[in-house]
């Protein structure tokens, strides 16, 4: 024992680098594990989720679920169908950040969503305030913090909105922090994420252009009559629509069936994250 305690002294370097890589294994784990438990044994934190669906293109040949859809028929759809709340959320892959230019310190992992996103799922910061169209419209660099990231990787500090969070030379502020428990809903979740970051809307509906798989809410109707009226919208559309782009299908899946633990994404891993 004596011995290998030297050893591992005089390896210093192979010490430090062993120690770091073992407490981030721990670290990832326990969010892992905290994930897994609010998936499944805890109702999602989301105001009335049974109205939740995600809007998905599907093959009817494999039933495999598709990363993403062109956009025409979200736009489409957002305009013409009128039981949908008119916002639309999406959610794209995560990256890094800190609270130095430099890179030093902590590193938070933000989820990129649209603005809509707290807005739809019927979320109401606990500190400061949510994303609003102004955001959006402005391309403002904001940001809102999980509760559990807030009270955990910043010891709860008073002071948190109105700082400075940053990724290679750029600044963002935060805003907001989301209330306990929030899981963003869809296909491609980040269990070590503590935040989600604002990314502007892309607004052209040229042809050709791909959306992610928005995250819709449905009022007033039932699942099978809101997937009739889709369907026939589908329809007319596609026949403005060059064949190589024409769904195979395109479906309303219920929130929970999207998320990771539930449908075809957890068993293909989250490789296929996008940048929205």
Same mark, same amino acid.
């Given at each position: 024992?004596?011995?290998?305690?030297?050893?591992?002294?005089?390896?210093?370097?192979?010490?430090?680098?062993?120690?770091?890589?073992?407490?981030?294994?721990?670290?990832?784990?326990?969010?892992?594990?905290?994930?897994?438990?609010?998936?499944?044994?805890?109702?999602?934190?989301?105001?009335?989720?049974?109205?939740?669906?995600?809007?998905?293109?599907?093959? @009817?040949?494999?039933?495999?679920?598709k990363a993403s859809l062109p956009k025409r028929y979200v736009? &489409?759809?957002?305009?013409? @169908?009128?039981? @949908?709340?008119?916002?639309?959320?999406?959610?794209?892959?995560?990256?890094?950040?800190? =609270?130095?230019?430099?890179?030093?310190?902590?590193?938070?992992?933000?989820?990129?969503?649209?603005?809509?996103?707290?807005?739809?799922?019927?979320?109401?910061?606990?500190?400061?305030? +949510?994303?609003? &169209?102004?955001?959006?419209?402005?391309?403002?660099?904001?940001?809102?913090?999980?509760?559990?990231?807030?009270?955990?990787?910043?010891?709860?500090?008073?002071?948190?909105?109105?700082?400075?969070?940053?990724?290679?030379?750029?600044?963002?502020?935060?805003?907001?922090?989301?209330?306990?428990? =929030?899981?963003?809903?869809?296909?491609?979740?980040?269990?070590?994420?503590?935040?989600?970051?604002?990314?502007?809307?892309?607004?052209?509906?040229?042809?050709?252009? @791909?959306?992610?798989?928005?995250?819709?809410?449905?009022? +007033?109707?039932?699942?099978?009559?809101?997937?009739?009226?889709?369907?026939?919208?589908?329809?007319?559309?596609?026949?403005?629509?060059?064949?190589?782009?024409?769904?195979?299908?395109?479906?309303?899946?219920?929130?929970?069936?999207?998320?990771?633990? =539930?449908?075809?994404?957890?068993?293909?891993?989250?490789?296929?994250?996008?940048?929205?």
């Open positions: 024992m004596l011995h290998a305690i030297r050893s591992l002294v005089r390896a210093r370097w192979f010490t430090a680098g062993a120690i770091v890589t073992f407490a981030l294994g721990i670290g990832t784990n326990i969010a892992v594990f905290a994930l897994v438990d609010r998936l499944l044994f805890r109702p999602l934190p989301y105001n009335e989720p049974q109205q939740l669906f995600l809007l998905q293109e599907v093959d @009817l040949g494999t039933g495999q679920r736009d &489409e759809a957002r305009t013409r @169908l009128a039981f @949908l709340d008119q916002r639309m959320a999406m959610m794209g892959d995560s990256a890094g950040y800190y =609270f130095t230019p430099d890179m030093d310190g902590p590193e938070l992992r933000l989820t990129n969503v649209t603005y809509q996103m707290p807005a739809i799922l019927g979320l109401n910061p606990v500190q400061g305030r +949510g994303f609003n &169209e102004d955001d959006d419209r402005l391309k403002r660099a904001v940001v809102m913090l999980t509760y559990e990231g807030w009270q955990d990787r910043l010891g709860g500090a008073p002071d948190v909105v109105g700082r400075k969070l940053w990724l290679r030379d750029d600044a963002f502020e935060v805003i907001g922090i989301l209330p306990p428990g =929030f899981i963003p809903p869809g296909p491609f979740v980040d269990p070590t994420m503590v935040g989600i970051r604002l990314v502007p809307e892309v607004n052209t509906v040229s042809r050709g252009v @791909l959306s992610l798989p928005p995250v819709v809410r449905i009022r +007033g109707v039932s699942q099978a009559a809101a997937q009739a009226e889709l369907e026939a919208l589908v329809k007319l559309v596609r026949q403005e629509m060059p064949v190589e782009q024409t769904p195979s299908s395109i479906r309303f899946i219920p929130i929970r069936d999207a998320m990771p633990m =539930f449908g075809d994404s957890f068993r293909e891993g989250t490789s296929h994250c996008r940048r929205l």
